[in-house]
């Protein structure tokens, strides 16, 4: 499996800009020849923009999520959104996948295949706290789903997540072969 890994510039709040981006980096990955391409945490918003998260946050069928499943189709690639501010409210009220509340807000992955189907849903189930409003915003998964994608079992975890190994472990037994992890590092972390 060839697998790109989109770094994008992502502007705080410029969704739309940011979101044409990461269109732009699937296509160019899939011209490439990647059968898989993955996006970063929160890429159409940006990690810190705090405060635009509820103005961001759109169901498992909105737009963002919606937009990159036609893309993944259209140039016959997998997509891993890399993460977006999910409104659990709106993807409760659809009945069609599991979250762990019944409103709120979520950091969210999708895995949608080469036909654009949706395969997995992850949510952040560690919540960054020290001086990230993470914590107090948003609202933590409790699933590790797996999939089968390009002769991978593949499982999805967020960022802060890779701070607790016991997850990986689970993941492990559970036979994941591909584990995905996007993130969004501040430069000053960037040795980590």
């Known amino acids: 499996m060839n697998l790109a890994l989109a770094q994008l510039a992502v502007e705080p709040a410029a969704i739309e800009d940011n979101v044409e981006r990461a269109v732009a980096a699937v296509e160019s990955a899939a011209e490439r020849g990647a059968d898989l391409v993955a996006l970063p945490e929160l890429f159409n918003v940006g990690y810190f923009a705090f405060d635009v998260y509820q103005r961001a946050a759109e169901g498992l069928d909105g737009e963002t999520l919606t937009?990159?499943?036609d893309v993944a189709?259209?140039?016959?690639?997998?997509?891993?959104?890399?993460?977006v501010v999910e409104d659990l409210g709106e993807t409760a009220a659809t009945g069609t996948v599991p979250t762990p509340a019944d409103e709120g807000l979520a950091n969210t992955a999708v895995l949608?295949?080469?036909d654009g189907e949706r395969q997995l849903v992850y949510r952040k189930h560690h919540l960054f706290g020290y001086a990230s409003a993470e914590a107090e915003l948003l609202t933590p998964g409790e699933r590790t789903p797996t999939t089968e994608l390009g002769g991978f079992t593949v499982a999805?975890?967020?960022c802060y997540d890779l701070r607790f190994p016991e997850l990986y472990r689970e993941l492990q037994e559970r036979g994941a072969t591909l584990t995905l992890v996007p993130s969004a590092w501040p430069y000053p972390r960037v040795e980590h």
């Open 67 to 69: 937009r990159l499943a």
């Open 156 to 158: 999805v975890t967020t």
């Open 112 to 114: 949608f295949d080469a």
């Open 73 to 83: 189709a259209a140039n016959d690639v997998a997509v891993l959104a890399g993460t």
